[in-house]
């Protein structure tokens, strides 16, 4: 059962980078799949911030792509986000997820179909 | 980027009534539309991919249709645990976008 735990900071200042690690269990994301990073202002909708690819390939959301970085640590089998110079636009929850394989989708467009729990991240002086 | 337009953005329905919710793409998607649900507190849920296809495990009551721009979700018989939030989503551009959700409540 694959699973993905959040962890990092919960409260930043602003112009602070923000840096998150997602642990994956029962998957070595060295093997494959495409993992992204999601988030969510409270009470607010969905956005994806970018994916990785074990090659090393990474896409980003063009509206963060000037502050994003998305890494993997294989030997710790975590996934990190790193978004600098972060004000209280980017305070939200961050979730790390697995892409779904197969369907007609392909690579980082897929679906998301396994998620952490998710971690708020505040951004206040 | 391929806006989702997600409507109602609230709906209020008693148990064991059809529920349905619509999503409108700004450019044609084909069937590159998936649906999430979000409990209060917790991650999204995949529920379908590819326009109307079940994730395994998902039971039968939801379903997802429509092609091009014009999607819909239907929840057949509404369940006391089917209250959440549900989102749309686009996988057939860079970047992925979603919906503005529909919170599904109890009358």
């Known amino acids: 059962q694959v699973q993905l735990q959040e962890s990092g900071p919960g409260l930043l200042k602003p112009s602070e980078t923000l840096s998150l690690t997602c642990a994956v269990s029962?998957?070595?994301?060295?093997?494959?799949?495409?993992w992204g990073w999601i988030r969510q202002p409270p009470g607010k909708g969905l956005e994806w911030i970018g994916t990785f690819y074990r090659s090393g390939s990474t896409y980003y959301n063009p509206s963060l792509k000037s502050r994003v970085t998305i890494s993997v640590d294989t030997s710790k089998n975590q996934v990190s986000l790193r978004l600098s110079s972060v004000t209280a636009a980017d305070t939200a929850v961050y979730y790390c997820?697995?892409?779904?394989?197969?369907?007609?989708?392909?690579?980082?467009?897929?679906?998301?179909?396994?998620w952490g729990q998710g971690t708020l991240v505040t951004v206040s002086s | 980027d391929i806006q989702m337009t997600q409507s109602p953005s609230s709906l209020s329905a008693s148990v064991g009534d059809r529920v349905t919710i619509t999503c409108q793409a700004s450019q044609d998607i084909s069937n590159y539309l998936n649906w999430y649900q979000q409990k209060p507190g917790k991650a999204p849920k995949l529920l379908i991919y590819?326009?109307?296809n079940l994730e395994t495990g998902v039971p039968s009551r939801f379903s997802g249709s429509g092609s091009g721009t014009d999607f819909s979700f239907t929840i057949s018989s509404l369940q006391p645990e089917d209250i959440a939030t549900y989102y749309c989503?686009?996988?057939?551009?860079?970047?992925?976008?979603f919906g503005g959700g529909t919170k599904v409540e109890i009358k």
């Open positions: 590819d326009a109307s």
């Open positions: 997820a697995r892409h779904r394989r197969g369907g007609y989708c392909s690579g980082a467009s897929c679906p998301f179909d396994y």
């Open positions: 989503q686009q996988s057939d551009n860079l970047p992925l976008t």
């Open positions: 029962g998957y070595s994301i060295s093997s494959g799949y495409y």
